[in-house]
């Protein structure tokens, strides 16, 4: 069944054609004609998790637990290799009660990217304890991302209904697990409320994961004919607007942008507005599918030369440099702060 419906989750995000809005147009950056400064010396290295990687970009969690997962994970994990960037899995709930083959689809993102690599496990809330444990040494994680899905969740016939305790699990977690606790959403957003919720049980790491990107209520709602969902498709909090609330929060608490990032100037934004590094799934994933692992690796070396040309056309060496830099904020995300 879980197996099924993971391989439903990749097809379905293919035929997926609603098209939400992450606000990041209405963040306003200013050009600067005057940069003192050469491309060649444009230092895009950051650190994270407590290793060095080359871009401040992380493919997400998507995938793991079918042979039809274990070529993904394969090519994301050689890409994730090839540009020195994190890489997560997809949710491990399946293996903690399946096969080899369902191990190995996990295992072998660990073995492509070497110890060198940053690789997170993932688990939903629900996780036990000692399930995290399992999943961490599945990939020899460097950290356990925890996904929140309730909307997910009430949109398929079989899923979950019951979302009391997941907060206290969470603490347990943290508690118990000497690795770094990221906690993300699937695309509908973390509220300021919630984050605070979370730092007040000590995660310090949340992926905001908005909306504007992959929409898992039609991706489910593709799944599930019983009932019309559209209605909901617009639901959730728009990326830019999720990064910009949570990071009125303590320094401490280390930011990850994801949902709908699909360019440069998504990933130049999200650093901008506070986050330690932006994540990347339905974007890449459409690449890998559609034209294999050269046109993944082209839209991911396009990626990074915009990245750079934005960095110089804003007169910005590094990343700490574009992390301090000043923006506006117009339109749409002005009325909604
Ligand atoms: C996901 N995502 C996801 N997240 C998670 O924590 N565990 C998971 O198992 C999955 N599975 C999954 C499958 C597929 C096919 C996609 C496209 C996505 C959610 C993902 O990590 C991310 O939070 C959202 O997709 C929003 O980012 P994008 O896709 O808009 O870049």
Known sequence: MRKKRKKEHV???LKTSYRGDTLFDDIFLEHNALP??????IDTKTSFLGKTIDYPIIINAMTGGAEFAHGINRDLSLLAK???????????????CEDEACKESFKVVRENLGPK?????????????????IALDMVEGDAIQIHLNPAQELSMEEGDRNFAGILKNIENIVKSTDKPVIVKEVGFGISKNVAERLYSVGVRYI???????TNFIEIEN???MNMDLTELYSWGIPTALAL????ELQDDLKLIASGGIKNST??????????????????????LVHGGYENAKKYLEELIYKLKMIMLLMGKKNIKELRESDYKIIGDLKDLI
């Open 11 to 13: 097809e379905n995000f």
């Open 36 to 41: 003192d400064l050469n491309f060649l010396d």
């Open 82 to 96: 090839e540009f020195n960037i994190p890489m997560a899995v997809g949710s491990e709930t399946i293996l903690l």
């Open 117 to 133: 690599g940053v690789v997170m496990a993932n688990l939903s809330g629900e996780a036990t304890v000692e399930d995290v444990k």
């Open 207 to 213: 992926d905001v994961s908005g909306s504007g990107g």
């Open 222 to 224: 593709l799944r599930n």
């Open 244 to 247: 910009i609330k949570c990071r």
């Open 266 to 287: 998504d990933i130049v934004k999200s650093i901008v507005l506070g986050a330690e590094v932006a994540g990347i799934s339905g974007e890449l994933l459409s690449y």
